[in-house]
Antibody, heavy 125, light 106 residues
Framework: QVQLVESGGGVVQPGRSLRLSCAASGFTFSNYAMQWVRQAPGKGLEWVAVISYDGSNKYYADSLKGRFTISRDNSKNTLYLQMNSLGAEDTAVYYC??????????????????WGQGTLVTVSS | EIVMTQSPATLSVSPGERATLSCRASQSVSSNLAWYQHKPGQAPRLLIYGASTRATGIAARFSGSGSGTEFTLTINSLQSEDFAVYFCQQYNNWPVTFGQGTKVEI
């Protein structure tokens, strides 16, 4: 069955960096675009970024101001989110999610077929 | 961006009863609307996409309706495992956006 397992969250000081990972299994990872979505405490979900099946296309939420980078390693079935210059506003549970196969290019809008359980990032001094 | 507003924030229902959850979009999203179920510590689960199409393996007691700006998720004959948070998502416009969620409690 499809599994998405996030890791790499934790407590980090403001201004520092953190890299999240999402290990995928149960499907052909290299055929699917992948996305990151986050949820700050007491807030709704916020879309963060998407990467196409082959990593050639990447799109980000405007609010991130170029601080985050999404990437993938299809040989390892793993998705990444590099987060730099972290601030308190980045405190959230970060989820990886898989859109349907017809959105493999990354640029279409879609629902998400599968999600991971999330990893908590806390930015605090 | 499109703002998704869900109501009520919390819905208290008894097992066996029907729950009706609402999701409103700030502008038309056509039928590009999904519903998810989220339990604490678990991955969100897709229930409905295309406003009314049940995802694979989803029980028939879950149904979605609506188009444009007004959408409804109906859960008939609530089971114990249905008590959770439900949120909607529009994917008609970039960026995709989500509602704040409705907690269905006993």
């Amino acid at each position: 069955q499809v599994q998405l397992v996030e890791s790499g969250g934790g407590v980090v000081q403001p201004g520092r960096s953190l890299r999240l990972s999402c290990a995928a299994s149960g499907f052909t990872f290299s055929n699917y675009a992948m996305q990151w979505v986050r949820q700050a405490p007491g807030k709704g979900l916020e879309w963060v970024a998407v990467i196409s099946y082959d990593g050639s296309n990447k799109y980000y939420a405007d609010s991130l101001k170029g601080r985050f980078t999404i990437s993938r390693d299809n040989s390892k079935n793993t998705l990444y989110l590099q987060m730099n210059s972290l601030g308190a506003e980045d405190t959230a549970v970060y989820y990886c999610a898989r859109p349907p196969s017809y959105c493999s290019g990354g640029s279409c809008y879609s629902h998400f077929d599968y999600w991971g359980q999330g990893t908590l990032v806390t930015v605090s001094s | 961006e499109i703002v998704m507003t869900q109501s009520p924030a919390t819905l208290s229902v008894s097992p066996g009863e029907r729950a009706t959850l609402s999701c409103r979009a700030s502008q038309s999203v056509s039928s590009n609307l999904a519903w998810y179920q989220h339990k604490p510590g678990q991955a969100p689960r897709l229930l409905i996409y295309g406003a009314s199409t049940r995802a694979t393996g989803i029980a028939a007691r879950f149904s979605g309706s609506g188009s444009g700006t007004e959408f409804t998720l109906t859960i008939n004959s609530l089971q114990s495992e249905d008590f959770a948070v439900y949120f909607c998502q529009q994917y008609n416009n970039w960026p995709v956006t989500f509602g704040q969620g409705t907690k269905v409690e006993i």
